[in-house]
């Protein structure tokens, strides 16, 4: 992380003062400017790219669960938990989308409105077909949806 910060301010100061106040040496600063990525920064950047990849796959309705889930199931993604991927999108900035659940709305108070009359008034046999229709308007869950 220091090293990073000299990097990022090396126009503005000079290294060597900032090895200083940052108490680093300024030989392992430079050894770590040379050093490849480690075998964990490698890692941790390839959990990155596919929870990204599976977040946009699966146009950001998946949360940390699901992509978890997936990453598990996939022979050539990582497999990791769910906190890893929790805390990876965290990092990415990625957050699912959460559906609200579906209320329906039957009625609006208007005190102008006065309801309609009951024409049926309860009876419902008809004397042929096509001459009485009644509708209920009420909202039951049912197993394909409302």
Known sequence: MR??????????????????VLRVGTSGYYDARCRPPSARTQRREQIHRDVQALYHEHHGIYGSWKIAEVMAHRDELESVCRNTVAKAMRELGLKSKIRRSFVPTTTRVDTDKRPAANLLAQNFDAPAPNRKWVTDITYLATREGW
């Open 3 to 20: 090293y990073h910060w000299i990097t990022d301010h090396q126009t503005h100061y000079p290294i060597a003062l900032m090895c200083r």
